[in-house]
Every structure is written in structure tokens, then in C-alpha cells.
């Protein structure tokens, strides 16, 4: 950085960058800059309120507190006195961690176990109705978003008669369903780029179908299972709006408490600020380490035939 | 590339092993199909069931299954049809999309176009910023949101109000000093009203909810617009300096014909999202004030869930599931615009 400026005035001395040149740079990143931060804003109010409880927060110098007012009073609620770890933060009364800790295990474990086998076929194997899986997948992936949205209506109705509405084995299942195409097609894309030719040796060696798929196949799609992990990991822990129709206080998520959290307007801002941050760091973290992994892979949103 | 999204994608097919080990279809049939079912039981039957209950006179769930409801033909269409409310909500959705999709396209190839300027020092680590709220999950982006759309006189954004309007206060009470021979007060029109209820009205709510899901969705337009930035040869803008074109000669005749297929397949993709927005309505004021800003899946929610109208909100979602078909149908027939995504 250093050197870059004394390198550029250097330039400048001896006449070989001219002085409006460097400024248009300078003006360029400056308001770039700008840009980004203004772009980051709400990430800034959200971490900035989180550590000022008690302090101004809702007063006139609220937005850019004094930094040497910040404290962790908001954090010491949200995990000892809030429904994060436990109910009403009583130590035993398992909370809304454990709940949506439930809800991933079982969206995890499910979908990975339809998953890999799904994956394996389509990319290795040719059978009636392939490309159509895939073309359904894929469009799913693309558009549908919105569409368990409108079959959450019909299931509400038949849950509730059937008494699985209150029931987080119900409701991981559910987002395990959805979690199916986008990651069927991750995994498939990723098989696809280990070669044929592993296999054919291993064949030729006298290795059997079970075998090849153990010993070749498996190992070498480890880092695609592991970034299908996280992704259906993500798929369980943000959503919120099923959860929330699903459930009773009892068993809500993470996601439904922090939605009680900012409909409540008895609660202070920095509790709030600090309940979801602890909610997303973790996975936003966990989702840019698995993202490199998919771009090192892939090309951005799986769309690479 | 002229072939089709399908044969395309299909083209790794070929890659495949020899003909001997592919004769066991039976094999990848149990393989593919735990997850087909599982994936349809929660997907297409409950479509079929939404189909079903839209020609019923499905009140609440207790009726559902429970034999109570009747089958009554067309009737919820017709009721939907000639119901205020429905095109209200239809209205409101299809303005939202286009609105929302006008604003992300705009502001995804602004910020893109500024993050890959030759004269902006330090852009990658600013390109690598501005992606992150990518990796929030989508609850933690709108309620932090909805806080920054706080009515209170102390939310943020009715604070960064009040600051301006200090600011204009305090650049007329200069003025004012200055010319000490005239009394000089701040114009109303210059000043805003502190604080704003943005919830209160139903076009402030409207435009929270359309700021909001730009902020959600500008990141995936950066990535792909950059990207697609990034593979404009410099030699072309080197020749139509030469040429003596001007910037925004060389935006429009160099830059944009090289970023419109990207942009308009991500535009296709994200106007199905935004006719679907759901959350960011629902979080916010649940479609309100009243019930004028109820987008389309809001609407078919609250009639079942709120109001227990299940015939009639079966009726709407299926009305809503046959425009996210036309969208599918759309990317289908567009789908060759995917190249310009994937083949970097």
C-alpha cells in the first residue's frame, strides 16, 4: 500500500503520470468506496447495535455509537436469558438451538441418504426418464421457489389432521424433500467431472459394481458430499415460514424466535441485533467455505452442463 | 452456441461408461427413485391435492379430509374472478415484479460496472465484500431490514432523516446569516416529516419492500453481470477509443451487447423469484397497510391459514402456480441464454 503511493509519486515527479491521471484513480475508488460501504449499511447498523445495549442506541447519536460504549450485555441476554440454548435461558429446558439442531439432523441425514445414490445414476448410469429428472430438477431449482409456498397450504390442512403439524421429524422431512433437486444436480455435476477411466481400471482389475461405486466413486466425491452437507445443513437451519406454520411455541427454530424477536416491540433492538447474528455468522461463514468449493468445481449456481 | 438448454446440458450424457454396464436400468432406478418419491410426495401430490381442494367448499382443515367438503365445481373461480381483493393482488404482484426486476437489473450492472473499473483501486477485495449477504439466510436479511424500516423516531432510517434534515437546517441558517438583510427559513418541501410511519402507507411500504429485495437479490446479479464483464476483450474498447467514442457510446455499443444475454437470462430468473416473494411482504406488515400490498402467495396464505378459506385459497395458489408454469415455459423456450452463465 505503502509503496504503491510512493511508487505513484515517484511517477508523478518524474513526469510519467500526469497529476489529473492519478486523481481520476483516486476519485474512482474513492466513490467505489463509498459505494461498498453504503451497500454494507445494514450490516454495519445490525453489528453496531448488537453491542450497544444500554447505550444510546435509540437516541440522536444511536447510529454511530461511541465505540468505547460498546459492551456484550446483548449476547450475555441472548445466550443465558433469552430461547436461544435454553428456555427462558433455564439451564435444562432445551431451546430453539436443539430444535433446529433436530430439525438439520434429520434434513441432513435424509437427504443425503436419497442424494448420493440419486447423483451416482444420473451421472454414471443411462435410463429411461434421465434427462427428464434432470430437466425437472434443474427447473425446479431455477423457478420454483415459491412453490412449497403453495403446496404448504394443502399439506398445513392434511399435518394438522393427521396431528404431524407440531413435529420436527415432520418438518425436516419436508425440508429435506425440497433440498433434493438443487443438490441431486450439485452431486451429479460434481460426479461428472471424476473420469470414467478410474472406473474402467478398477473394472478391469476385477472390481465388482458394489465395489467400484465404494472404493472409486465414493472417495473421490467427498469434497461435492461434504459441500451437499452444508448446503442441506443451510436448507434446515434459515428456513422460517413453514416452521413457523408448522409449529408451537414450543418447538420453534431459531428462525421463528428470531421473527417473535423483531414482531415484538417490547424488544430492544440490540437483543435482537445479537440473537441474529449469532443465528447467521456461523452459517454465513460455513456458506462461503462451502461456496469455494463449488466454484473450484463448478462454474457459479451449477448451470455448467 | 444454438442448441437448446436441454440437448446442452444433456451433452454430458455422452461422457458415460460402455454400453455393457448400462443395460441394468433396473439398478439406477432404485437408486434415482427414494428421492423422486420423496421429492414428489412433498412437491406434486400436494399440487394435485391443491387442485382437488380448488373445486371444494374447503372452509378450515377440519373440512379438508375430514368429508365435510363438497365439491362445487368452478364456483371459487368465479368467486375469485369477481373478488376486488384477487386483482388487487395480482396487480400489486406483477407491478412488484417489474418494478423489482428494473431496480435489480439497474443497480446489479451499476455496482458491477463500478467494481471492475480500470480506474477503482483495490475492486476485487470490494467485489468479494458487497457478495455477502449472499451467505445470510434470507429471515436474517429481511428482519434486519424490517429494524432499518423501523416507524419508531429512533429507527435508522427515520435517524438518517433527521440528520438530513439538520443538515438542510443548518446550510439555510448559514445562508440566512449571511444575508443578514433577508429572514430566510428552511423550505417545507427541502425538509421531511419525522418521523416516516414507511409501514403506515401502502406506496412507502410498497417501496420498502422493493428496496429490500433488491438488496437481497443484487448480489447474485453482480456475480453474473462481472463475470460476464470480465469476458469483454479490452481490445474492443481499446478500438472504439480509437474510434473516438465517448463512455457511454462504448457502454452502449461495446459493454451492453456483451452483458444482454446474461442479464436477460438472470432477469428471467429473478422475476420468477419476485413474483414468488413471499417472506419480505409477510415479515414486514403481512401485505399491509390493510390489505393492499398482499402479493400473490401472501394472499392464497393468509385466506388459508389466517382466514380459513381453504377452497378459495386453493383456488388462488393454483391461479399462482399457473404463472410460475408460463415462467418455467419462458425459461425453457430462453433457456439458451444459460451460456452466457455457465461456459466461463
Do not use: C
Not at chain 2, 446479479?221 to 463512455?247: N, R, T
Amino acid at each position: 500500500m505503502i509503496d504503491t503511493v510512493r511508487k505513484t509519486i515517484e511517477q508523478v515527479q518524474t513526469g510519467r503520470r500526469s497529476l489529473s491521471d492519478v486523481g481520476k484513480t483516486i476519485a474512482g475508488s474513492t466513490g467505489a468506496t463509498l459505494l461498498v460501504l453504503l451497500l454494507m449499511f445494514p450490516v454495519y447498523w445490525i453489528v453496531t447495535a448488537s453491542f450497544s445495549q444500554g447505550a444510546g442506541l435509540m437516541s440522536s447519536e444511536g447510529l454511530f455509537a461511541d465505540p468505547s460504549t460498546y459492551n456484550l450485555d446483548a449476547y450475555r441476554w441472548v445466550l443465558f436469558e433469552s430461547n436461544f440454548v435454553f428456555e427462558d435461558g433455564e439451564v435444562g429446558k432445551p431451546g430453539a438451538l436443539f430444535n433446529s439442531l433436530i430439525v438439520v439432523f434429520v434434513t441432513v441425514s435424509v437427504s443425503l441418504s436419497v442424494i448420493i445414490p440419486g447423483a451416482y445414476a444420473l451421472s454414471r448410469r443411462k435410463f429411461a426418464g434421465r434427462e427428464k429428472v434432470l430437466y425437472g430438477y434443474v427447473l425446479f431449482t431455477q423457478v420454483g421457489a415459491g412453490l412449497s409456498i403453495a403446496t404448504l397450504v394443502a399439506l398445513y390442512a392434511l399435518f394438522v389432521n393427521l396431528g404431524l403439524s407440531n413435529n420436527l421429524l415432520v418438518l425436516g422431512l419436508f425440508y429435506a424433500a425440497g433440498a433434493i433437486p438443487f443438490n441431486t444436480w450439485l452431486l451429479k455435476t460434481f460426479m461428472d467431472n471424476i473420469p470414467v477411466s478410474y472406473e474402467e481400471a478398477a473394472i478391469v482389475d476385477g472390481a465388482s459394481q458394489w465395489q467400484v461405486i465404494r472404493e472409486v466413486i465414493l472417495p473421490l466425491a467427498k469434497p461435492g458430499i461434504a459441500v451437499v452437507l452444508i448446503f442441506t445443513f443451510l436448507a434446515g437451519w434459515n428456513e422460517f415460514i413453514i416452521a413457523q406454520t408448522l409449529l408451537q411455541p414450543e418447538n420453534y427454530t431459531l428462525s421463528v424466535e428470531l421473527y417473535a424477536l423483531v414482531d415484538d416491540y417490547e424488544t430492544p433492538w440490540t437483543e435482537f441485533a445479537a440473537f441474529a447474528i449469532l443465528f447467521a455468522l456461523p452459517v454465513a461463514i460455513i456458506y462461503f467455505a462451502a461456496q469455494n468449493y463449488v466454484e473450484s468445481g463448478l462454474s457459479f449456481g451449477g448451470m455448467e452442463g | 452456441m444454438s442448441t437448446s438448454f436441454f440437448e446442452r446440458f444433456s451433452q454430458r450424457s455422452q461422457q458415460r461408461l460402455p454400453d455393457r454396464l448400462e443395460n441394468r436400468d433396473w439398478l439406477a432406478f432404485f437408486l434415482v427413485a427414494p428421492g423422486i418419491a420423496l421429492f414428489l410426495s412433498f412437491m406434486l401430490f400436494p399440487i394435485a391435492f391443491l387442485i382437488y381442494l380448488s373445486f371444494t367448499d374447503a372452509t378450515h382443515t377440519g373440512t379438508v379430509i375430514g368429508g365435510g367438503a363438497s365439491l362445487i365445481g368452478f364456483d371459487n373461480y368465479i368467486s375469485l374472478f369477481s373478488d376486488a381483493q384477487f386483482w388487487n393482488s395480482l396487480g400489486v404482484t406483477w407491478l412488484f415484479m417489474a418494478v423489482s426486476v428494473t431496480a435489480k437489473i439497474v443497480v446489479g450492472i451499476a455496482i458491477a460496472v463500478v467494481l471492475t473499473h480500470a480506474r477503482v483501486r483495490g475492486k476485487r477485495y470490494m467485489r468479494a465484500l458487497v457478495i455477502v449477504p449472499l451467505g445470510f439466510p434470507e429471515i436474517f436479511s429481511i428482519t434486519v431490514w424490517r429494524g432499518l424500516f423501523s416507524s419508531a423516531r429512533f429507527g435508522p432510517f427515520n435517524q438518517i432523516l433527521s440528520m438530513y434534515n439538520g443538515a438542510v437546517t443548518a446550510v439555510v441558517g448559514a445562508i440566512d446569516s449571511v444575508l443578514f438583510f433577508l429572514s430566510i427559513n428552511a423550505p417545507e418541501f427541502l425538509l421531511a416529516d419525522v418521523p416516516v410511519a414507511w409501514m403506515g402507507s401502502r406506496w412507502g411500504a410498497f417501496g420498502s419492500y422493493v428496496t429490500t429485495e433488491v438488496w437481497l437479490a443484487y448480489p447474485f446479479m453482480v456475480i453474473i453481470i462481472v463475470s460476464a464483464l470480465q469476458d469483454v476483450p479490452m481490445e474492443l474498447h481499446d478500438a472504439a477509443k480509437v474510434d473516438g467514442a465517448g463512455y457511454l457510446q462504448r457502454f452502449r455499443h461495446v459493454t451492453l451487447p456483451a452483458i444482454k444475454r446474461p442479464v436477460m437470462f438472470a432477469s428471467i430468473l429473478t422475476a420468477a423469484a419476485s413474483f414468488q416473494q413471499f417472506l419480505v411482504p409477510w415479515v414486514f406488515n403481512r401485505g399491509g397497510p390493510a390489505r393492499d400490498n398482499e402479493l400473490i402467495l401472501v394472499y392464497g396464505f393468509r385466506e388459508a391459514i389466517e382466514l380459513n378459506e381453504y377452497g378459495l385459497s386453493s383456488a388462488i395458489m393454483v391461479t399462482a402456480l399457473v404463472f410460475v408454469g408460463m415462467f418455467m415455459w419462458i425459461a425453457v423456450k430462453k433457456g439458451d441464454l444459460a451460456d452466457g452463465v455457465g461456459n466461463e
